[in-house]
Each structure stands twice: as C-alpha cells, then as structure tokens.
C-alpha cells in the first residue's frame, strides 16, 4: 500500500515511529501540509505536493497540529473526497479541537463529564455561582499541552479572568475543578474501538495540569472497566477510529476531560511499551482488505 503522513516533520518522534513501522509492509511517505495545495479541476478534486500531482496514495495518517487546524482539515478532506482513506476524518478533528464542541457531544451521549459552561456571557457571576465556590478551571476552547488552562483560585479572580477574556472576545469555557485527582489523569489510546494502551500522568507539584509537555510525569496503569467503558464510548460519540482520550479521577468516579485527534505518542510507547504504530498501521490493513 502507499501511505501518507500528514506531518510537518519526519523528525518529531510520532511521525517517526509511523514511518518505521510502515516502510516494514509499505511504501510510505511524509507530507508537509505547508507544501500541498488543494483545487478542483472539472468537478474533480486535484492536490499537489509541490509541483507533483499526488493521486497514487492508498491511506492518509493526519498528524495535524493544532496551529494548522483549518489547511490540515481541508486537507483532510480533500483526501476524502478522493476516495483515499484516512484514519482520522476532517470532521472529527474539528469536532475534537473545540473543547466546546467536544464537551457537548460527549454530555450528549451520556458520558460522564465535569459541570462545565460556555464563557460567553454578560455576567460572569450567572456562571460562577453555578459551581458555588472556587477554584474553578477556565480553558481556551483550542489550547492544547495545557496551555490556555487556567486554575482561577478565587471567585473574584476567576471573574477578572473571565471579563479580560470576553472583552478580548477570546472564546473559553469555565468547568468546576475536580480538587480530588491531584493532578492526576489518565491518557487513553484507542485504535478502531479498542483500548491499546494507557497510562497515568502525574503533575508536577507546583502544577495542577498533568500534561508530559508542562513536565507531567507517565506511569503504567490499567484502567478499570468503568474508565474502559467511558474511553470506548468516548471514540465512538465523537467518531475518532485513533485517538487520545484523557480521563480524570473524581469522586464521584471516572470523568471525561477530552479527546485528542493527533495524540502524541512518544510518552505512551515508552511508557507501556506497547508499538502504538503498529496497531494504527494494522487498522489501515484491516480495512483496506475488508474495502
Ligand atoms: N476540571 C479540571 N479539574 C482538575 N484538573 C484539570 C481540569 N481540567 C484540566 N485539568 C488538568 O489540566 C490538564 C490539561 O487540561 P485539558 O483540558 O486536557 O487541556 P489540554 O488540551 O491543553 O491538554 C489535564 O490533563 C488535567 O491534568
Ligand atoms: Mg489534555
């Protein structure tokens, strides 16, 4: 089969560990985003890279970052419409990179979530006193490695925060803190439906965000039935057949936090070991051969 990696670079770690264990059974090959341009021509989809005409692939990989979420998106789909397969559709990358959107389908479909709300309001107040107390968290509705998540420690705090970022018109949401996972949360991997590994992740003391970027700390970990359950629901509520899905501890069990599209995955194969690649590549064999 001849394989594309949509990734800005053969250097990062995930594109790598793809590519590796592709070229075993496959043609494969990286495509910068940034070098593709995308048209029609009588009525039919055409794409390029660079001056090349690319109309040989089999199965695209998306590794969009979250800075190129619109060209990588259109790109996406522009492979879709080309009949090539993808292991991540366009509208579920976009589904997953709003935290917003994400929150309200994942709620929709009965999985367990923290109380959260759209920032959007006149009167922040209305919002606050909905969680009774603080801290409450305030996130940036497309942040990602934890940037743009904020722990407001205190009710007036958190209503400076929240008029700065309506008068700046940025967009965000505002979720009850869940005090009692102490900085701990569980990163999920499922591939077509199914868990393939998981690990725990464990803040630095002076950070409640958990997230290996921000110097979070990976542990092995199994998950309990409860949390295989919500991760498996989560991929399918949002539609993603590869993804990241990050789970935190509460009290009152398991919650959802977030699903990622492009997780990463050096911290998970070191971590458990297990060759998350191959199980993404064997997905794109599978169905190829059941097409
Ligand atoms: N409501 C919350 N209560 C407690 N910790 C949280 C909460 N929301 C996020 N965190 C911590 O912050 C980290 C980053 O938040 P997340 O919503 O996953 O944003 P990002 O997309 O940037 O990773 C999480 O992995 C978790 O450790
Ligand atoms: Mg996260």
């Known amino acids: 089969m001849n394989i594309a990696i949509l990734s800005r670079g053969e250097h990062l770690y995930s594109t790598k560990s793809l590519l590796d264990c592709g ?11 940034s070098r593709c341009h995308v048209g029609t021509l009588n009525h039919q989809p055409v794409l390029y890279y660079g001056q090349e005409i690319v109309d040989d692939l089999d199965a695209v990989i998306p590794r969009i970052g979250a800075s190129n979420t619109y060209f990588g998106t259109s790109l996406v789909r522009h492979f879709e419409s080309m009949g090539v397969f993808t292991t991540v559709s366009a509208e579920s990358i976009l589904q997953s990179r709003n935290k917003w959107t994400c929150h309200q389908i994942l709620s929709a479909h009965d999985i367990p979530v923290p109380d ?3 920032g959007l309001t006149h009167d922040p107040r209305m919002i606050l006193d909905h969680f009774g107390h603080a801290p409450v968290v305030i996130k940036l509705l497309q942040g990602t490695h934890g940037e743009g998540v904020i722990l407001a420690e205190s009710k007036s705090s958190a209503r400076s ?3 700065t970022l309506n008068a700046s018109k940025v967009r965000f949401l505002v ?5 009692e996972s102490q900085g701990v949360d569980i990163r999920v991997i499922v ?8 690990m725990k ?3 630095k003391s002076d950070d409640f ?3 290996l970027h921000r110097g979070g700390q990976p542990e092995r970990y199994d998950l309990s039935p409860e949390e295989a359950r919500i991760a498996i629901s989560a991929a399918k509520a949002l539609q993603l057949k590869v993804c990241g899905v990050d789970i935190l501890p509460s009290d009152r069990g398991p919650l959802l936090l977030e699903i990622n599209s492009t997780p990463g995955l050096e911290g998970i194969e070191t971590t458990t070991g297990v060759d998350v690649s191959q199980k993404i590549i064997s997905f794109i064999e ?4 059941s097409s």
């Open 23 to 33: 070229l075993k059974q496959h043609n494969m090959e990286v495509l910068d985003p």
């Open 116 to 118: 959260t709300f759209l």
């Open 209 to 211: 965000r958990s997230n």
């Open 286 to 289: 599978r169905n190829k051969t």
């Open 201 to 203: 992740r464990i803040s």
């Open 161 to 163: 925060i929240i008029e």
């Open 191 to 198: 591939v077509d439906g199914c868990i393939v590994a998981s």
């Open 175 to 179: 979720q009850e803190y869940i005090k």
